[in-house]
């Protein structure tokens, strides 16, 4: 199955204090991460951004259609771009990703619009798949002026995923680094 990588680093990084995207952790940016992760199993990668600090020589920069929306902007957006019609979704700042639960995410996808990770502290929309089905109502949620991620995958087909038991695996999956300390806890 062909697959779209999206990798949202668009975000304004206000905890961080600074572009997350340009973190380094061990010798790479977060987005080279990102990019190499994806690299590994997506035929194409588009980047969630508006910034030009962004460019990567052959991956495609997508800004936001419409902004100040978070999230669901990019993913919107980056839907309308791919040429594929699952498309995995990853935040630049969840550099803990591994590829067999890609893997695991991409079995559960059946004809489902998304498949969204739970686990016993909540869901995962930005570690997840999406369906180019969706595409409408991302729009028709952004329209309406409610951007929580939230209320999106209750309108659509989306498969719940229980992930606990990948916890165990690797505790750090659902790992995000929002602020300086979680930066500096890695190490």
């Known amino acids: 199955m062909q697959l779209t ?3 949202l680093a668009g975000g304004k990084s ?10 380094e952790l061990e010798g790479q940016t977060l987005l080279q991460r990102a990019i190499h992760f994806c690299q590994s199993f ?3 990668i588009l980047i969630s951004s508006k910034s030009l600090k962004h460019k990567v020589d052959g991956i495609q920069i997508v800004s936001d259609e419409i902004n100040d929306c978070g999230p669901i902007g990019g993913i919107y957006s980056c839907l309308k771009k791919s040429k594929n019609d699952w498309n995995f979704v990853i935040s ?9 639960f890609v893997s695991f995410l991409v079995a559960q996808k059946e004809d ?5 990770p739970v686990h016993k502290s909540g ?6 798949l999406y369906n180019k089905n969706a595409i409408d ?9 409610n951007f929580k991620m939230y209320f999106l995958l209750q309108q659509i087909k989306t498969n719940f995923v229980s992930v606990d038991d990948w916890l165990d695996k690797y505790s750090d999956l659902f790992r995000n680094l929002n602020f300086p300390e979680d930066l500096n806890s890695v190490f």
């Open 5 to 7: 990588g999206i990798i």
């Open 14 to 23: 206000s905890r961080m204090g600074k572009d997350k995207a340009l973190l």
């Open 42 to 44: 997506c035929g194409e």
């Open 92 to 100: 630049v700042d969840a550099p803990f990703v591994e590829i067999d």
């Open 112 to 116: 489902f619009d998304a498949v969204v």
């Open 123 to 128: 869901r995962e929309p930005l570690i997840a």
């Open 137 to 145: 109502d991302f729009k028709l949620q952004i329209e309406s002026g």
